[in-house]
């Protein structure tokens, strides 16, 4: 299923979900920033939108509603997505505003959500920046999806590694990084790409691998 398709069936699902104000606020809110996130840096990393809630609601101790661009929860880990322009309502913000938005975020931490400001301009110039420093970000967390258990302690801890190098890793790196020995790492490897993590990447000759790619599976909630 392409992007169109999925977005369009996901924004349904959590509309028919949602009565009131509520329901407004996610017609309202979910607009282009948002919608370029999902195209130009979650769908090409995740491919999937499963997980993710647009225009979530948070309450805080006062019982005033916050809304959230776009919150991703796979488990027990909680991420705010906050798409931030630099127009009008940013330019005109008086210091009130200022401090409200600044307390908004203090409040979204203590509530247990990483909150993650994602420059719009950076949307429009280079996605592939956005998408390299989130995928950096999510990576110590993937460890503790479901998917993973199949995996050593060590094993995951390749996988993690090669993701938070933007999908490659080579052996010298699982080496100096991790502290294990040349052999056992090759070793390890070359069982990674039996499981379908990794597969080789070959040199220009074709002759030799001296590099490997993490393989991304997202489906039935795996993630890498």
């Known amino acids: 299923m392409g992007f169109q398709k999925e977005h369009s069936t996901w924004l349904k699902y959590h509309l028919d979900r949602r009565k009131g104000e509520r329901r407004d606020r996610l017609e309202r809110g979910h607009g282009h920033g948002e919608r370029m996130f999902l195209e130009q840096v979650w769908w ?15 309450v805080d101790w006062r019982g005033r509603p916050y809304f959230v661009d776009l919150v991703w929860r796979p488990g027990q880990v909680k991420f705010a997505f906050e798409v931030k322009g630099y127009g009008p309502h940013v330019q005109n913000m008086d210091r009130t505003r200022y401090r409200q938005e600044l307390n908004r975020e203090t409040f979204l931490q203590i509530a247990g959500y990483r909150v993650v400001s994602i420059p719009y301009d950076d949307l429009e110039a280079s996605p592939q920046l956005i998408i390299s420093l989130i995928r ?4 110590p967390f993937i460890s503790g999806n479901n998917a993973m ?19 490659l890793i080579r052996p010298v790196d699982v080496v100096k990084e991790l502290g294990v020995n040349l052999r056992t790492v090759r070793n390890m490897l070359q069982a990674l790409c039996a499981k379908g993590r990794l597969r080789p990447v070959p040199t220009n000759s074709g ?16 993630l890498w």
Request: charged residues 30%.
């Open 136 to 139: 950096s970000l999510v990576a």
């Open 44 to 58: 090409p990393m995740m491919g999937t939108l499963q997980n993710l809630h647009p225009e979530y609601e948070v």
């Open 207 to 222: 002759r030799r691998v001296c590099r490997y790619e993490a393989i991304h599976s997202f489906s039935d909630e795996q």
């Open 149 to 167: 258990e199949h995996f050593t302690r060590l094993e995951r801890e390749m996988i993690r590694l090669a993701v938070s190098r933007d999908g």
